[in-house]
């Protein structure tokens, strides 16, 4: 008889398998064809987005530092300035207040728009190819990552054939208010993270769902949720006579991963768009309510469990953002208001049915309905509206559809804000937006934005309608579809107007200007940056923001009181170049505009004053500089002052 003891079970099973794991690793490069070729279809779903989103961003290649957005220069003269400082993170030179604008307050990156978390991620692009080529990857790269990260969630989530879900997607992703965001508002657009937020979401209530005792006997306790894609549940005989069937607790441990993995995503998102969060956020809060009240059995047995995981989600992210959420409302130069008016941001009633101008179908008229080409979010035209009715009461009373359905109707309404606005016209009816307009965190959002979640709900109901007419058949499966490609035709997305822009002095190109300026010290540009005219920063981005300028465009709390305002009061010296560079006309300078000069150089903390040869009525500027601060030296293509 051996001595020898046979091996542990679980030893056995290590044992058997290594080898495989040595093999699978061993030949994975054979077995990759075979993994590609079992994803075919959602590689080619993937590769169609990417190649509609290059098509629609075609303008800005294959030279995006000689490109500009044409419907909206200024925003993306912005964006990329704060890509060019997020990319510092990666030299060690990063901070939630940034001196490198509004020299000496500075600029505090939470209280603006400032894709801090793609920023960094970009990090090596910018630094190596330059923020305008970082711009250009994010604009095309947030349509194709958020129609993808849709479709992925409708498949994997609902379960619905890819067809449908790629239709459904390809609305999320490249709508007429996304497309019409993609003119520079990469805070907007960068929406991957919902559909991930979403499936988080989902994933907490199944774990939260014990379902009836019956079934956990037999089943994972958390696998059973009600499905917006299954059949009716048959009546429950005991429910038919008033009894309540017997529930088993939540399994808490399968609630930690949802919930600790929510909170990561959300903590993201944060860094990249806030308002986006907290649309998600209030779209979510008005489908779990309609969810709760259409289905009280789901609710009754996932409310503990749930509501502990959005606590510990909530209380996670906290440990996250406490800090950088006070430092946005209560720190230097933070904001706790926001700065746009309600009245002046709401969708005109008339804008749902029409028809955004960047879309195929789409004409210039209808830009009219809105407040500039970068927030057509409503203009959905009235054959998607009809054929999602349509869809929706197809369906039936599914929890999923009616919770689409009253989020849909909710969201649009708060996007008509205080007053209702039909064709241009304020009327006196007022709207809902009017019951939450001032609350906290409320006034940071625009409220025709409110329209933009309406994308994804619609093309949920789409989905869902798309899925059940191929699986039944019949009439359904070629009318449904017929109906849904007639109703999205007219808003296929145009490719986004560009223009060529002005080049970037050599001086700056080339680094010419560390001859006046030490890296991190204070370059003034003439003229200075504004928010009207912001293209003087496009000199601090091709640098990467080595240097620091005063004024400029951004937020900060320099309303009344100390309110959210856009840029700074203007220092004498400026408004007095901009009146040069505007009239071309030069003044002549006194002892106290020389006196005040000198104050507001040394107001900055600048090293030097510098004037572009090509600037626009350079020789004025020039001469008034001179008599300002004395001769200048000329360096490459700018003329310099060392103050």
């Not at 030179?93 to 604008?101: I, N, S, V």
């Not at 009546?235 to 993995?261: E, M, T």
């Not at 409302?329 to 101008?357: C, E, I, K, N, T």
């Not at 699986?471 to 849904?484: C, N, T």
């Amino acid at each position: 008889m051996s001595s020898a003891a046979p091996p542990a079970p679980d030893a056995a099973a290590d044992q058997a398998v290594r080898p495989a794991n040595r093999l699978s690793l061993r030949h994975w490069p054979a077995r990759l064809p075979a993994a590609l070729a079992r994803r075919r279809v959602d590689l080619a779903v993937t590769l169609s987005f990417v190649a509609l989103a290059g098509w629609l961003t075609h303008g800005l290649w294959p030279d995006p530092g000689a490109r500009v957005l044409l419907l909206n220069p200024a925003d993306q003269a912005l964006y990329e300035w704060f890509l060019a400082v997020d990319a510092r993170a990666l030299l060690g030179d990063f901070g939630l207040l940034t001196d490198r604008l509004n020299a000496p307050d500075g600029v505090n990156m939470m209280a603006n728009t400032t894709v801090i978390a793609l920023g960094v991620l970009l990090a090596p692009v910018t630094l190596l190819l330059g923020a305008p080529v970082t711009f250009a990857l994010l604009a095309a790269a947030n349509l194709a990552g958020t129609a993808t990260a849709w479709y992925l969630l409708y498949t994997r989530t609902l379960r619905v054939r890819p067809a449908a879900a790629a239709v459904g997607a390809a609305l999320c992703g490249f709508g007429p208010g996304i497309v019409s965001q993609a003119n520079s508002h990469l805070h907007m657009t960068a929406q991957w993270l919902v559909p991930v937020i979403v499936w988080l979401v989902v994933r907490l209530l199944r774990a939260a769902d014990p379902g009836p005792a019956v079934a956990s006997a037999t089943a994972d306790p958390g696998a059973a949720v009600t499905s917006a894609t299954a059949a009716p549940a048959a009546p429950n005989p005991a429910a038919r006579n008033g009894v309540r069937p017997a529930v088993a607790g939540p399994d808490r441990r399968r609630v930690v991963g949802p919930a600790l993995g929510l909170a990561a995503a959300v903590s993201v998102q944060v860094f990249i768009g806030e308002e986006v969060l907290f649309l998600t956020a209030l779209t979510l809060l008005v489908m779990a309510v309609t969810y709760a009240v259409t289905d009280r059995d789901l609710a009754r047995r996932a409310l503990s469990g749930f509501a502990g995981g959005l606590l510990l989600a909530t209380g996670t992210a906290l440990l996250v953002l406490v800090w950088p959420l006070w430092f946005q409302f209560a720190g230097p130069q933070g904001v706790a208001d926001g700065m746009f008016s309600p009245h002046y941001f709401s969708a005109d009633l008339r804008s749902w049915w029409a028809v955004s101008p960047l879309s195929l179908l789409g004409t210039d008229s209808s830009a009219r309905l809105t407040t500039g080409p970068a927030e057509y979010n409503t203009f959905l035209g009235w054959p998607l509206l009809l054929v999602a009715a349509a869809c929706a009461l197809w369906l039936g009373r599914r929890p999923l559809v009616v919770a689409c359905v009253v989020a849909t109707l909710v969201m649009g309404a708060l996007s008509l804000g205080p007053r209702v606005v039909l064709d241009g016209s304020r009327t006196a009816l007022p709207g809902p937006y009017a019951l939450i307009s001032g609350l906290p965190v409320v006034d940071g959002a625009l409220p025709m934005r409110f329209a933009l979640p309406v994308l994804p709900l619609i093309g949920t109901v789409l989905v869902l309608a798309l899925d059940r007419a191929l699986r039944r058949g019949g009439r359904a499966r070629a009318w449904v579809p017929a109906a849904v490609g007639a109703a999205l035709l007219p808003l296929f997305p145009l490719p986004l107007p560009t223009a060529a822009r002005p080049a970037v002095p050599e001086f700056i190109t080339a680094g010419h200007w560390r001859q006046c300026v030490p890296p991190g010290g204070v370059l003034v540009p003439v003229p200075l940056a504004t928010p009207r005219e912001p293209w003087p920063m496009r000199w601090a981005t091709s640098a990467d923001a080595g240097f620091g300028m005063p004024e400029g465009f951004f937020i900060g709390p320099y309303g009344r009181d100390g309110t959210a305002a856009m840029g700074t009061a203007r220092r004498p010296t400026s408004v007095l170049l901009d009146q040069v560079w505007k009239r071309g006309v030069q003044p002549i300078v006194g002892e106290e505009q020389r006196r005040q000069a000198a104050q507001d150089v040394d107001f900055w903390g600048a090293s030097c004053m510098a004037l572009a040869v090509d600037t626009r009525h350079a020789d004025s500027l020039r001469g008034t500089l001179e008599q300002l601060y004395g001769p200048s030296t000329r360096i490459a293509d700018a003329w310099i002052w060392r103050v």
